[in-house]
């Protein structure tokens, strides 16, 4: 059965740190484009950062350059968001999503995406 977990999301203060998982099972993330999106209560779901399994090759949504870092682990099956110096808001519900290999993932096209993880809240709160 193919599944995605999203997990570490939590309340951190503005300018702390958290690290995302998006863990795999039933498939492998080889040959795949994953990418992270949020969505805030009352807007559109948004592009964060994504990977490419081709290359390893990465982007980032402006905002967040320099300050998110996604990476995989291949024998864990797993990718992650680092987040550092997080802002409130960044607050919303974070997913991880896997596509295609054809899939241009730095566009952040939500259709595009054939599974989803369930979601992990990320509060940036003082």
């Known amino acids: 059965q193919v599944q995605l977990v999203d997990s570490g999301g939590g309340l951190v203060q503005p300018g702390g740190s958290l690290r995302l998982s998006c863990a795999a099972s039933g498939f492998s993330l080889d040959h795949y484009a994953i990418a992270w999106f949020r969505q805030a209560p009352g807007k559109e779901r948004e592009g964060v950062s994504c990977?490419?399994?081709?290359?390893?090759?990465?982007h980032y949504k402006d905002s967040v350059k320099g300050r998110f870092t996604i990476s995989r682990d291949n024998a864990k099956n797993t990718v992650y968001l680092q987040m550092n110096s997080l802002k409130p808001e960044e607050t919303a519900v974070y997913y991880c999503a896997v596509g295609r290999m054809s899939v241009d993932c730095s566009n952040y096209v939500p259709w595009e995406y054939d599974y989803w993880g369930q979601g992990t809240q990320v509060t940036v709160s003082s």
């Open positions: 990977i490419h399994s081709s290359d390893g090759s990465t």
